[in-house]
């Protein structure tokens, strides 16, 4: 994931802003010289030698693509955080160029005929830290974080009609989103602590005493972490070590469903933490200036 | 994610297998009445019936779709844990309905102008779990769980080519998968673990350090849970949870590396345990009877 992190756009009004590899950076004028990657925008003192390099660099990537008889690559731009796909559009020569120069993602709008940053509208943009070509080279991802829904509904990503819904001809309600196993187990829980609003029926389930009663929910935090380092200390199979580390994470997510906090905050703290880009860098020593 | 868990692939040996909804059930043969789902497939008393009510319910979602001028719409498959894009085809009327009917992510190839199971050769499936449209029904996620590596290259994905490293004329060494926050982390880890086995150069990293000592970690883990526990017992901020969650991902994630443990079989358990299957209850029920 690092790898495009290493991509800066530093913006300075009125000048030309172009790529040059981390090895050249003592060639021109370096502007961050911490930066851990391998092109920067910069202001361009040598333009034309800049503009050149740019031009030869990023024409190679894009004759590699293999585009249709359209011109087109799919491209799909999911959350570098949570895995959820956003979206899916189709990207031409241009879009793919002003993606990997704006760092947002950019499509080919085929109804429109024009280029389109996503987020141009709706300020929801998406802030592509990596982008991955696939085995056939006509398929891309854009690897990004999203600065609000990516829908044009509102919903935070496209892909909220489920097939099997649709054949038992139930209501599309456009919340029930494609989820993947940590963030449906995360809506699970969200449930049974909105089901605690309600007139109960029956028992309440296990979620909902460890969401009503926190000594419980600590208690088994505890518990399961101990458990879980049990199986080193007392080389305990794999199995185990996997169940444990499932039972640790599931009480975890009812704390955090108590606290109102989601896995994606969780994963943003861990991406800062671990693969700072440079921009954030660059951010905080200006702050910190 | 439960959703299409619901259908069943209940096979009889020279029989026909249609679906029908739970709810009409007691009209045919029912063949799991504990099943939680909407369809399934059953062995077909009243076949005509039942024909025609799955072609018709089966027609009206493929009329549904948007299809291109070429009858087709993108098809990405993703998996179902990880939240991995694991490839990306196309998918024509035929395409969908046999992935609907047989749970394998089915294609059309248009170089080859025919359906194409993923697997079909490798023996690598895809089996889908569920399966989503987007926002104008002309892009499909199977989100499914990958019986072996899905790239005919033999790796994981397809997505391992980073235009990062193509502007740099770096290598692309086919182990550079597209990654989330998670597995970039767990990739990480398990760099700073397979470094331990080559002369060190400098003092080793805090990861190191964990991997190394076995005590510590634990230590760690365990005082990091107490401290996610705190922030719920003494009311600290979201931040704080988020933060602390955050520390026992890591360290959890540090220990799973030194049991040689992968968070995708974290999630599967927490999959199986939390959104057991139609078809995982039927084949425990038979191991069991």
């Not at 004759?63 to 011109?71: E, I, L, N, P, T």
């Not at 979206?87 to 005929?113: C, P, W």
């Not at 024009?114 to 080279?137: M, P, Q």
């Not at 009812?254 to 800062?272: P, T």
Request: with cysteine.
């Amino acid at each position: 994931m690092a790898a495009f992190h290493c991509i800066q756009a530093l913006r300075f009004p009125s000048r030309t802003h172009v790529f040059f590899p981390v090895g050249e950076q003592n060639r021109y004028n370096i502007i961050n010289k911490k930066q851990r990657g391998f092109l920067v925008f910069a202001s361009a003192d040598k333009k034309s030698d800049k503009e050149i390099y740019l031009k030869s660099k990023v024409e190679t990537l894009l004759d590699s693509v293999k585009w249709d008889d359209k011109g087109l690559a799919v491209g799909i731009a999911q959350n570098v955080d949570t895995g959820a796909i956003l979206m899916q559009g189709f990207v031409n020569r241009d879009a793919l160029a002003t993606t990997i120069s704006s760092q947002k993602a950019t499509f080919y709008s085929r109804s429109r005929s024009a280029l389109w940053t996503k987020g141009e509208t709706s300020k929801n943009f998406i802030n592509v830290h990596d982008i991955y070509l696939d085995c056939d080279r006509d398929s891309i991802i854009y690897l990004g974080k999203p600065d609000g829904p990516t829908c044009h509904t509102g919903s935070e990503t496209c892909y909220y009609t489920s097939v099997p819904d649709l054949l038992e001809n139930k209501q599309v309600d456009g919340n029930k989103l494609a989820l993947t196993t940590l963030y449906s187990l995360e809506t699970t829980i969200s449930q049974r602590k909105a089901e605690l609003a309600l007139p109960q029926a029956g028992k309440p389930s296990w979620t909902q005493r460890l969401l009503l009663d926190h000594d419980l929910l600590c208690l088994k935090i505890r518990e399961e972490a101990d458990e879980l380092c049990r199986t080193l200390e007392d080389n305990e199979d794999q199995a185990r070590t996997a169940s444990e580390m499932g039972d640790v994470l599931y009480h975890a997510m009812v704390l955090m469903a108590v606290k109102g906090v989601k896995i994606e905050e969780v994963l943003e703290v861990l991406r800062k933490r671990f693969f700072k880009s440079g921009i954030e860098e660059k951010r905080s020593r200006g702050q910190a200036s």
